[in-house]
């Protein structure tokens, strides 16, 4: 069963920046494409950005431009570079792939907030 391990979250000011890390337990991390999601409070969780295996990657009319997704294989691990913070990023970040069907990790808290 593949572990997930989401870190880099905080407090930060508004446009601020965070680089959020997840790392992937297991051997299949770079065959497979990746997400990040967020569930803030009250809403339901959506998908923010997504890299495939080969590179190629999508993000969020929400986030284009501010949000930048990226993986190193070696490492098992895909980042998502966040500037120009808002306050209503302010969610918990979670990583999976889009099945979903990887265990969920304990996520990542991100609070945009002056």
């Known amino acids: 069963q593949v572990q997930l391990v989401e870190s880099g979250g905080g407090l930060v000011q508004p446009g601020g920046s965070l680089r959020l890390s997840c790392v992937a337990s297991g051997n299949i991390f770079s065959r497979n494409t990746m997400d990040w999601y967020r569930r803030a409070p009250g809403k339901e969780r959506e998908l923010v950005a997504r890299i495939g295996s080969g590179g190629d990657t999508y993000v969020a009319d929400s986030v284009k431009g501010r949000f930048t997704i990226s993986r190193d294989n070696a490492k098992n691990t895909v980042y998502l570079q966040m500037n120009s913070l808002k306050p209503e990023d302010t969610a918990v970040y979670y990583c999976?792939?889009?099945?979903?069907?990887?265990?969920w990790g304990q996520g990542t808290q991100v609070t945009v907030s002056s």
């Open positions: 999976n792939r889009p099945t979903q069907d990887f265990e």
